[in-house]
């Protein structure tokens, strides 16, 4: 089962930016789905930002307009650059994968995420 690592989140304040990346344990060209998800505490687990091998990208309607996912085949990795951050997008942010944009199940492990927290 493919594993993720997430890093890049941290403390900033309102309006500020934040790159978050993941790094898949095995090549990501065989990875249709690459996704962002977040949860923040005592919510459920929300998808935010998808992208495909095709290079097609979806974004959750929260984000859209701030947020841009994108992906490094030759690096294994998937990137997630947040502006305009708002307090709202305070949560812990973790990466996974799908066999296809239909298929709500993840495929991979979900890895320990990488908390982001938008405070003044």
């Known amino acids: 089962q493919v594993q993720f690592v997430e890093s890049g989140g941290g403390l900033v304040q309102p309006g500020g930016s934040l790159r978050l990346s993941c790094t898949a344990s095995?090549?990501?060209?065989?990875?249709?789905?690459m996704d962002w998800y977040r949860q923040a505490p005592g919510k459920q687990r929300d998808l935010v930002a998808s992208i495909t091998s095709f290079g097609n990208i979806i974004y959750a309607d929260s984000v859209k307009g701030r947020f841009t996912i994108s992906r490094d085949g030759a690096k294994n990795t998937i990137y997630l650059q947040m502006d305009s951050l708002k307090p709202s997008d305070t949560a812990v942010y973790y990466c996974?994968?799908?066999?296809?944009?239909?298929?709500?199940?993840?495929?991979?492990?979900w890895g320990q995420g990488t908390q982001v927290t938008v405070s003044s």
């Open positions: 996974n994968a799908r066999d296809g944009i239909r298929f709500k199940t993840p495929t991979g492990s």
């Open positions: 095995e090549t990501i060209t065989s990875l249709y789905v």
